[in-house]
């Protein structure tokens, strides 16, 4: 008998077949049985217990056939497929919870030609199909790749044992070869639906191959992405194996592990501490980085002292200012005698700080000899305007991370000089004296006084740039003074953008007086005496000037002075 069937591709193949017989259906799920092959199935529902009990009850013969979708409990014709495998039941048994186990073997190949109407069951008319003869040298050259193939995913699938590789390598068989072979590899149901559905060896055996070319391949990728996730996990654990171990050796010499107690005070501190939006979120960053590190880590040590810094800096913490005007000019005079030129500049911008609530930092320059009061006259600043005083001598600075910091690659990284005085100094508004500024030397580390430019410009020093911080840091609140010797070793950039203020050598008078009010007193208490036990007229004074003492300020007077109260 010959029949013509259009298979699933839409390809007419001429089917042979023997006979047709009646067989009761069993639908599967999620299996496709195929011929040779033995497999267990746990049955439940009603209809199929009723085909098998039929079954045993006759011949037991039975037509296994896959359904297309294993979800569906009670599946239509429709919804089954029609080819499937002819099969033997060896074994039936009832189990406790209703179900039934049934040991079947496929023994041939079949397709539906038509359902049976029956009330309890599906019964389907079926006819065997006889596959046909192959043989020659493409068959033998595609049997041994399947043997070698089949090796490879057996070293690779620890569910395939060796008995079973020694079992299919011993088939001679074509047809039984494929389908022995098949039914061990984990296929999707469609990909093996296609094998059960492939009538010629030759062909059957082709895309055999090809199957298990890919599962080789799928599995040898999934080998490597354990390999890689093992390592993976065998490396974090060690690391935390070693971390809880540290700690425990910690614990028993007394140390307490105060890490974590770090970390939230840490958080405490940035939550509270007022700083610019840029800085806030860089110390919430460093934060999260510190929280992954290991607290023995080199790199946690230096994140650490980078929050440290950030939170000790005084963004916007700043001394009140006096505006009282005639109090101000009352200290300056109480301190120095003369230099009217600079306290009456002072006292300028006191009174235009009175007026408007915000002005530019203004940035003077004292010029003078040696001993004429420059650093002296700025620490009265200071007292004088009710703010803190911080000096900074750049004599001899030849380097221009001094001034801008080092960048924390570099191992023992600091901010530069002017960050670290401000936080000693605990204020956003202190007058800084910058001392000696023309003494500044360049070489091959860079040209601080170029640094400086920024520093001294109020158009940009409201957004320094430290290399350590790397956050802009407002410097335009400050009351930058600088003093120098001479003018011509500055650079004429620099110079433009100071205010300079010349401080001329005093006159005889001007020494007479400031002997008088200011160095008797302060060398009798130096040197543990009284204004009482000592008695310098005018004459005396003038004596000491003219005749030992030739300079435009008066140290030297103020040595020779010392010298008369320690000889009384």
């Given at each position: 008998m010959f029949?013509?069937?259009?298979?699933?591709?839409?390809?007419?193949?001429?089917?042979?077949?023997?006979?047709?017989?009646?067989?009761?259906?069993?639908?599967?799920?999620?299996?496709?049985?195929?011929?040779?092959?033995?497999?267990?199935?746990?049955?439940?529902?009603?209809?199929?217990?009723?085909a098998l009990e039929r079954a045993?009850?006759?011949?037991?013969?039975?037509?296994?056939?896959?359904?297309?979708?294993?979800?569906?409990?009670?599946?239509?014709?429709?919804?089954i497929y029609r080819w499937g495998s002819i099969a033997t039941i060896l074994q039936l048994l009832r189990l406790p919870d209703g179900t039934v186990k049934a040991l079947v073997e496929g023994k041939a190949r079949g397709i539906i030609d038509h359902y049976l109407p029956h009330p309890d069951f599906f019964q389907v008319e079926v006819q065997q199909l006889i596959e046909p003869e192959v043989s020659g040298p493409e068959v033998e050259a595609l049997r041994r790749s399947i043997y070698s193939s089949f090796e490879s995913y057996a070293k690779l699938n620890k569910k395939i044992t060796n008995d079973m590789v020694v079992a299919i390598t011993n088939i001679e068989d074509p047809s039984q070869l494929?389908?022995?072979?098949?039914?061990?590899?984990?296929?999707?149901?469609?990909?093996?639906?296609?094998?059960?559905?492939?009538?010629?060896?030759?062909?059957?055996?082709?895309k055999l191959l090809g199957y298990i070319n890919a599962e080789i391949e799928i599995i040898q990728v999934e080998q490597r992405i354990k390999n890689r996730v093992k390592k993976q996990m065998e490396k974090n654990q060690r690391e935390y194996y070693l971390n809880e171990q540290m700690r425990a050796i910690q614990k028993e010499m007394?140390?307490?592990d105060d890490f974590k107690r770090d970390l939230q005070?840490?958080?405490?501190?940035?939550?509270?501490?007022?700083?610019?939006?840029?800085?806030?979120?860089?110390?919430?960053?460093?934060?999260?980085k510190l929280k992954l590190m290991s607290p023995m880590s080199a790199e946690a040590t230096v994140v650490r002292n980078y929050i440290d810094w950030l939170l000790s800096l005084p963004w916007y913490e700043k001394s009140k200012?006096?505006?009282?005007?005639?109090?101000?000019?009352?200290?300056?005079?109480?301190?120095?005698?003369?230099?009217?030129?600079?306290?009456?500049?002072?006292?300028?911008?006191?009174?235009?700080?009175?007026?408007?609530?915000k002005i530019k930092g203004p940035i003077l320059c004292f010029v003078g000899p040696p001993g004429v009061g420059k650093t002296s006259l700025a620490r009265s600043i200071a007292r004088a305007t009710n703010r803190n005083f911080i000096r900074?001598?750049?004599?001899?600075?030849?380097?221009?991370?001094?001034?801008?910091?080092?960048?924390?690659t570099y191992i023992g990284a600091l901010p530069g000089k002017i960050i670290q005085m401000l936080r000693k100094a605990k204020t956003n508004n202190p007058v800084f004296c910058l001392d000696e500024v023309d003494k500044m030397s360049v070489d091959f580390r860079g040209d601080p006084s170029a640094a400086l430019l920024e520093v001294l410009d109020p158009e940009q020093?409201?957004?320094?740039?430290?290399?350590?911080?790397?956050?802009?840091?407002?410097?335009?609140?400050?009351?930058?003074?600088?003093?120098?010797?001479?003018?011509?070793?500055?650079?004429?950039?620099?110079?433009?953008?100071?205010?300079?203020?010349?401080?001329?050598?005093?006159t005889e008078f001007d020494k007479l007086n400031i002997a008088k009010q200011f160095l008797i007193k302060k060398q009798c208490e130096a040197n543990g005496i009284t204004l009482d036990n000592i008695e310098l007229p005018d004459d005396s004074i003038l004596f000491i000037i003219r005749r030992y003492t030739k300079e435009a300020g008066v140290r030297n007077l103020e040595r020779e002075i010392a010298s008369i109260c320690r000889k009384v």
């Open positions: 029949g013509i069937n259009r298979n699933k591709d839409n390809k007419r193949d001429d089917i042979r077949s023997c006979s047709s017989i009646v067989l009761p259906l069993l639908p599967l799920r999620d299996i496709v049985v195929m011929p040779h092959m033995v497999a267990p199935l746990f049955v439940g529902r009603k209809r199929s217990i009723r045993m009850g006759v011949n037991k013969q039975i037509f296994l056939a896959a359904q297309k979708q294993a979800n569906q409990d009670n599946p239509k014709e429709n919804d494929a389908d022995t072979v098949a039914s061990h590899l984990t296929l999707k149901l469609e990909d093996k639906q296609k094998l059960l559905e492939t009538l010629s060896p030759l062909k059957r055996l082709e007394g140390e307490k005070d840490l958080e405490r501190r940035i939550k509270r501490k007022r700083m610019s939006r840029e800085a806030n979120a860089k110390a919430r960053n460093e934060l999260k200012s006096k505006i009282d005007i005639d109090e101000a000019a009352r200290i300056l005079d109480e301190d120095h005698y003369g230099l009217e030129k600079p306290k009456e500049r002072i006292l300028e911008y006191l009174a235009v700080q009175a007026l408007v609530k900074l001598s750049l004599g001899g600075v030849r380097d221009e991370a001094e001034i801008r910091g080092h960048r924390r020093n409201y957004a320094f740039n430290d290399h350590y911080l790397d956050v802009d840091y407002d410097l335009s609140e400050i009351f930058f003074i600088t003093t120098a010797n001479t003018l011509h070793s500055i650079p004429a950039p620099l110079q433009d953008r100071m205010e300079i203020i010349r401080l001329a050598g005093y």
